[in-house]
């Protein structure tokens, strides 16, 4: 069974050697810190050097066990039935999730392949200003999108001028195989954005290592809700983040990553173009995922337990829309825990169980 | 300054060095896991130690970052405006939080010396069933008081026959100092119990590593509810503590923090009956606090900053006290982290305070 669906980093990449040594080097350091109780968010040295490291002030950071719970605090702090949040559509399905826990009305702005279609966001924005939106500027989770300059200008813009926060989620951001930089949302607003990065793509999932930047008073807000929820955040394994950060281990790892997903995004990009004739999707230029949208007459219902007769898993597309109807040609492909010949092999597989769907719709 | 607020276990006690040896030989020998994501609960060889040691099915336990986070979690779940939740009166300042963030009605039972008032309790219950009951039954925070054999059976028997939780907290259960065990509410009503566990106080706070064992419905809730809050616990922490159960380190631990606070509790009781006469408080059998009720004519407002001058630290009683008045001569004094010449100055030192204090009222 090849596995199409999370999207998970190969396990064979974890830098485990050095975190073990980190977690050493940390704990009989500062174990009697970081064995103790501290407050949220967290050890203050890796708060400091993630201020330093991003131009920002401590108090404009705020660390959580993983950048999820740190939108599940914002998403509570923030919202509340009554408001409004705009969302890209399609998008994460687990912020899709946590926008409509929190009982806000959850509006979904159709993606574009340069971004948000500015018309339409435009259109609700007159309908009623968000409390904030949610965007995954670079690399989106699941379409691979990136939001070009002079979207992301008018959606600053449009942040000051309406007072809404931007919520950028940007945890592949560092992850850019191909192509230059854009200025970050938050470079482009520092004062309306509050910035979601991870360590999870770049480092290791199971460190549940995420933090925000932004705002000092929202900080201070999701810094109390969190004190009252569990106190502080894991803190062994921040020392042991810190460790790794301060031991100039980061940037080499990056590349290493950048290096061996290259291949795997270009592998799945030849695949698709390959295989997959007469579907849409982007060319990512970096992250985890690419977005197929499928020939008219796909029904996930089908697709699904087709393809897993065919021995591939998928992920179930309507997740990632707000209406889950626009969902049913919607395949998130992901790229980065595959080989290329896995991914050749992948492919070649699907193509029957999608044009074969068709033929028998 | 002596700091007589928070209970956390003096640094010097951490197994770190253990720890250390416990997180390299996880994290060499099951890094691919530890270090990926896992799905709440978390990693599964800790689960499944925890059940067995427990004595129930892996699906009757869930862990999660830190006891008061699974509370926080159970909390959400449970509870909701319109139904109520009962708690001792007093109860940790924490829980009452989350309790009163539910939005549930907050229901405070008076509690005595053996265990909340049963008339009381009687007579809330027939104003109307709670939905879950709070109770913290060995060495209680802030009282120190443990409730009885007969009070156990007694709620263990309503809550069958009205059909409630009860949420027991049990993170001092293993620190006894003298005296016997009492059965536990969950060896009296499995059913109906769920009860939380912690290694902040028998290992390390640092480490957030709670878990919480009952019935199988509604640990299936909150780990759903953990995974779309933060999709899985932070695990290498997880790893750690279950090479250090699997090592058979803990009860030599245990055994050497009973006999490192046995002598402080006992060094407390004995200044508190020497230095605040006039007072009462129960005379616990283990655990991290002794509540004291001072004279009459205390009032927070002129305690607290009266103790800081003399250079003490003390905890504004109000906040164990859902109605924050009646904590107003609630004094919580903590001894694990003292010496017992830190004690007997800290307690020389608060003498004057408490008294003048009275005198200018």
Same mark, same amino acid.
């Given at each position: 069974?090849?596995?199409?669906?999370?999207?998970?980093?190969?396990?064979?990449?974890?830098?485990?050697?050095?975190?073990?040594?980190?977690?050493?080097?940390?704990?009989?350091?500062?174990? +009697?810190?970081?064995?103790?109780?501290?407050?949220?968010?967290?050890?203050?040295?890796?708060?400091? !050097?993630?201020?330093? *490291?991003?131009?920002?002030?401590?108090?404009?950071?705020? %660390?959580?066990?993983?950048?999820?719970?740190?939108?599940?605090? &914002?998403?509570?702090?923030?919202?509340?039935? /009554?408001?409004?949040?705009?969302?890209?559509?399609?998008?994460? *399905?687990?912020?899709?999730?946590?926008?409509?826990?929190?009982?806000?009305?959850?509006?979904?702005?159709? =993606?574009?392949?340069?971004?948000?279609?500015?018309?339409?966001?435009?259109?609700?924005? +007159?309908? $009623?200003?968000?409390?904030?939106?949610?965007?995954?500027? *670079?690399?989106?989770?699941?379409?691979?999108?990136?939001?070009? &300059?002079?979207?992301?200008?008018?959606?600053?813009? !449009? #942040?000051?001028?309406?007072?809404? !926060?931007?919520?950028?989620?940007?945890?592949?951001?560092?992850?850019?195989?191909? $192509?230059?930089?854009?200025?970050?949302?938050?470079?482009?607003?520092?004062?309306?954005?509050?910035?979601?990065?991870?360590?999870?793509?770049?480092?290791?999932?199971? =460190?549940?290592?995420?933090?925000?930047? /932004? *705002?000092?008073?929202?900080?201070?807000?999701?810094?109390?809700?969190?004190?009252?929820?569990?106190?502080?955040?894991?803190?062994?394994?921040? /020392? %042991?983040?810190?460790?790794? =950060?301060?031991?100039?281990?980061?940037?080499?790892?990056?590349?290493?990553?950048?290096?061996?997903?290259?291949?795997?995004?270009?592998?799945?990009?030849?695949?698709?173009?390959?295989?997959?004739? $007469?579907?849409? @999707?982007?060319?990512?230029?970096?992250?985890?995922?690419? $977005?197929?949208?499928?020939?008219?007459?796909?029904?996930?219902?089908?697709?699904?337990?087709?393809?897993?007769?065919?021995?591939?898993?998928?992920?179930?597309?309507?997740? @990632?829309?707000?209406?889950?109807?626009?969902?049913?040609?919607?395949?998130?492909?992901?790229?980065?825990?595959?080989?290329?010949?896995?991914?050749?092999?992948?492919?070649? #597989?699907?193509?029957?169980?999608?044009?074969?769907? =068709?033929?028998?719709?």
């Amino acid at each position: 069974m090849i596995n199409l669906t999370r999207g998970v980093p190969p396990v064979d990449v974890f830098p485990t050697e050095d975190l073990i040594s980190a977690a050493e080097r940390n704990m009989r350091a500062d174990g +009697k810190t970081v064995l103790q109780y501290v407050q949220a968010p967290g050890y203050r040295p890796l708060l400091e !050097w993630l201020a330093q *490291d991003n131009g920002v002030k401590p108090e404009e950071v705020f %660390m959580g066990n993983s950048s999820l719970e740190i939108f599940a605090f &914002l998403t509570t702090v923030l919202l509340k039935p /009554g408001l409004r949040a705009f969302v890209e559509s399609p998008s994460y *399905d687990r912020a899709n999730l946590l926008l409509q826990r929190s009982g806000a009305e959850v509006v979904p702005i159709p =993606l574009e392949v340069d971004g948000v279609d500015l018309n339409a966001f435009e259109a609700e924005l +007159k309908r $009623g200003a968000p409390t904030l939106f949610y965007i995954i500027a *670079d690399f989106q989770n699941p379409m691979g999108t990136t939001t070009s &300059l002079a979207k992301r200008q008018k959606i600053a813009e !449009w #942040a000051r001028q309406y007072n809404f !926060w931007i919520v950028e989620d940007s945890p592949y951001r560092p992850l850019r195989y191909f $192509g230059e930089d854009i200025p970050s949302l938050r470079e482009l607003a520092p004062e309306r954005v509050l910035q979601l990065s991870s360590f999870s793509k770049i480092l290791a999932p199971g =460190l549940r290592m995420g933090y925000v930047i /932004g *705002d000092a008073a929202v900080i201070k807000s999701v810094t109390k809700y969190a004190n009252n929820t569990y106190i502080g955040p894991v803190t062994p394994t921040q /020392g %042991m983040v810190y460790e790794y =950060l301060k031991a100039g281990l980061l940037p080499a790892n990056l590349e290493k990553l950048r290096n061996l997903y290259r291949p795997r995004l270009k592998a799945m990009l030849d695949a698709i173009d390959r295989y997959l004739p $007469g579907t849409t @999707f982007p060319r990512p230029e970096g992250g985890f995922f690419i $977005g197929v949208t499928l020939p008219e007459g796909t029904k996930m219902d089908v697709l699904l337990p087709r393809a897993a007769e065919a021995g591939l898993k998928l992920t179930d597309g309507r997740g @990632f829309y707000i209406n889950p109807a626009e969902g049913e040609r919607f395949l998130r492909l992901p790229f980065c825990s595959l080989t290329p010949e896995e991914i050749e092999d992948a492919m070649k #597989a699907l193509q029957p169980v999608i044009y074969e769907n =068709l033929a028998v719709k």
